[in-house]
């Protein structure tokens, strides 16, 4: 059940997000879902609910059967190439556009791996498990980014002849070292904390809501699901991430376009 436009909290959010100083969101597969990226853990149409993640998703697998990883992977790649921002990542990138012009921080912190963020327009955007756009050289550590079409033969290699693998973060992986420095930073100094589309099971992004909380932050959830953060968060936002960033976005007078259906799928080298 979605939350009432007029509903109390939508007014609280809104004005936390115009007044915050310093604004944290993290985001999950639950914010490009509504462009047809599938999430994981969606029980009928979730990644994981065909796949067994540990098949697929860590250095074992891969080396186990390195041919099935990057066939996954790439047919991953391909899907959400053929994808486009939604509503949600506009509205994200007009909020950070805003706060920018008016001198106030804003960090998008993703969980994602498909880029539709940038694709939308958000800029410094952290990616906490890399990304599919980009594979690396496992022999030099060389990082490409193939052409927008499946790779030709598998498993793929690089010039070097090292097998390629995707720069994403597999289970048993660390966050890349960067990335997670900027995180807990922002989240030090943030005023207020959003978690958008995110089952807020996979650790550390996980503890980012009640670690901005007991700093004193406001924290906001914004779901279409109930989560472990639902009951951790001071503003719960039931609904979809592309109705209720715009219309967030909205009381902020700002008004979200909503995506042109002929424009064409992403090409490699977009915006990252
Ligand atoms: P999940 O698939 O675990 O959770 C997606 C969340 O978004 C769920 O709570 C859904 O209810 C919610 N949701 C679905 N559609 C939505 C919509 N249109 N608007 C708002 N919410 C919606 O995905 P993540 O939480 O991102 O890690 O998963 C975290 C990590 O677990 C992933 O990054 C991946 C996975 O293992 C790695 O691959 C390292």
Redesign the pocket.
């Known amino acids: 059940m979605s939350i009432a436009p007029d509903d109390p909290r939508l007014r609280a959010a809104a004005a936390a997000l115009a007044s915050a100083r310093s604004i944290v969101v993290l985001t999950?597969?639950?914010?490009s879902?509504?462009s047809g990226v599938p999430?994981?853990?969606?029980a009928m149409t979730?990644l994981w609910a065909k796949y067994d993640?540990h098949q697929l998703?860590t250095p074992e697998a891969f080396a186990r059967d390195p041919e099935l990883v990057t066939r996954w992977y790439d047919w991953r790649r391909m899907l959400v190439l053929g994808c486009r921002p939604n509503p949600g990542h506009l509205a994200l990138a007009a909020l950070q556009a805003r706060a920018a012009s008016e001198g106030r921080s804003f960090t998008l912190l993703t969980?994602?791996v498909d880029r539709l963020h940038q694709a939308a327009g958000s800029t410094g955007v952290v990616e906490l498990?890399g990304t599919i756009l980009q594979w690396r050289c496992t022999k030099t550590g060389e990082v490409f980014e193939p052409p927008p079409r499946p790779f030709d033969s598998f498993p793929p290699r690089s010039p070097a002849g090292g097998l390629l693998r995707p720069c994403?973060?597999?289970?048993g992986e660390a966050l890349p070292p960067e990335a997670l420095d900027a995180a807990e930073r922002a989240i030090a100094a943030c005023d207020l904390f959003i978690a958008?589309?995110?089952?807020?099971?996979?650790y550390p992004a996980a503890g980012f809501a009640a670690q901005a909380g007991a700093r004193g932050a406001v924290t906001v959830e914004?779901?279409?699901?109930p989560?472990p953060l639902s009951d951790v968060v001071d503003i719960c936002l039931r609904g979809?991430?592309?109705q209720i960033l715009p219309r967030l976005a909205a009381m902020l007078g700002l008004t979200i376009a909503a995506p042109q259906n002929d424009n064409p799928p992403r090409q490699a080298g977009s915006p990252t």
């Open positions: 999950g597969a639950g914010a879902a509504e999430t994981f853990r969606d979730g993640a998703a969980q994602n498990h994403v973060v597999w289970f958008v589309g995110t089952s807020g099971v996979v914004i779901n279409r699901d989560t979809t991430s592309g």
